[in-house]
Nanobody, 128 residues
Framework: QVQLQESGGGSVQAGGSLRLSCTAS????????MGWFRQAPGKEREGIAR????????YYPDSVKGRFTISRDNAKNTMSLQMNSLKPEDTAMYYC?????????????????????WGQGTQVTVSS
């Protein structure tokens, strides 16, 4: 098992940047694959990024590709999401998640049901 804690959310103007962080604790073997998800009111949870322990596998949907970058620092047990050129449609609650199987990071899609461990979320609000 692993416990996850997000931080770094806030309110920004469109075109601005934010950097989210996720601190992990517990069983390190439960986070071979980690990812970021977001959920806006009335919408389904959306996977926006994922990364393996080695950091050599990345996935970004078209909605964030080219603007968001995921990274992790295994020595510090942290994962980050750099968000640039933010848009109002990026407004959502952002969650970090972890999965024990590295195979989850080799899928052709990013599904929340594949990640059993979740943080409590951090709010990101982008104003036009």
């Amino acid at each position: 098992q692993v416990q996850l804690q997000e931080s770094g959310g806030g309110s920004v103007q469109a075109g601005g940047s934010l950097r989210l962080s996720c601190t992990a604790s517990g069983n390190s073997n439960s986070r071979y694959c980690m990812g970021w998800f977001r959920q806006a009111p009335g919408k389904e949870r959306e996977g926006i990024a994922r990364i393996t322990t080695g950091g050599d596998i990345a996935y970004y949907p078209d909605s964030v590709k080219g603007r968001f970058t995921i990274s992790r620092d295994n020595a510090k047990n942290t994962m980050s999401l750099q968000m640039n050129s933010l848009k109002p449609e990026d407004t959502a609650m952002y969650y970090c998640a972890s999965a024990p199987s590295i195979l989850n990071c080799y899928r052709s899609d990013l599904r929340s049901l594949d990640f059993p461990y979740w943080g409590q979320g951090t709010q990101v609000t982008v104003s036009s």
